[in-house]
């Protein structure tokens, strides 16, 4: 079973900056592909970014310049740090992983507002 707990959402004036984090354990950061979706009430979920097992990096292009994805692994935890954000980010964020192709598994989301 995998767990992932979100946290680090809040509310934030348009063009400031909010680090998302989603903690989890060394086994998961490890060996699954991460990923930060978010949502929209009324609207489908959508990928903001992803980190491969190697390194590799993938971001949707409404956030790319803004957002970094990353792990801090001493503190087994994957990173979202959001940078000059815009009211269009408002959204519960969500952290994913998926140990293979044909699984994959869900944080409960941390909301994000972005208004001044």
């Known amino acids: 079973q995998v767990q992932l707990e979100e946290s680090g959402g809040g509310s934030v004036q348009p063009g400031g900056s909010l680090r998302l984090s989603c903690k989890t354990t060394e086994m998961t950061l490890t060996t699954c592909q991460m990923s930060w979706f978010r949502q929209v009430s009324g609207k489908e979920r959508e990928l903001v970014a992803t980190l491969g097992t190697v390194g590799t990096t993938e971001y949707a292009d409404f956030v790319k310049g803004r957002f970094v994805i990353s792990k801090d692994r001493a503190k087994n935890t994957l990173i979202l740090q959001m940078n000059d954000v815009k009211p269009e980010d408002s959204a519960v964020y969500y952290c994913?992983?998926?140990?293979?192709?044909?699984?994959?598994?869900w944080g409960e989301g941390t909301l994000v507002t972005v208004s001044s």
């Open positions: 994913n992983a998926r140990p293979s192709p044909y699984e994959m598994f």
